[in-house]
């Protein structure tokens, strides 16, 4: 299957979600027979995302990380 990535934007800020709660029911979803890595997104800007993970296997990576993105042509 590789390795599958399940993502969620939300309106509400990443910081204020329970992954540690959330993470592991999405992880065991019924939808994912091999779990699945589960991000959770604000869209803070055309460019800039704040972006919290749980790793399948693994759970909550530490932090809470902004990125940029770039479209290519």
Do not use: Y
């Not at 390795?3 to 999405?26: C, F, I, M, Q, T």
């Not at 995302?49 to 990380?65: D, L």
């Amino acid at each position: 299957m590789g390795n599958p990535h399940a993502v969620a934007v939300l309106d509400e800020p990443v910081g204020n979600v329970k992954l540690s709660r959330l993470g592991p029911l999405l992880e065991r979803d019924g939808r994912f027979p091999e779990g699945v890595n589960f991000e959770i997104v604000n869209v803070l800007s055309r460019n800039l995302i704040k972006v919290r993970v749980w790793e399948r296997g693994s759970g909550p990576r530490r932090g809470v990380w902004t990125g940029r993105a770039q479209r290519r042509s």
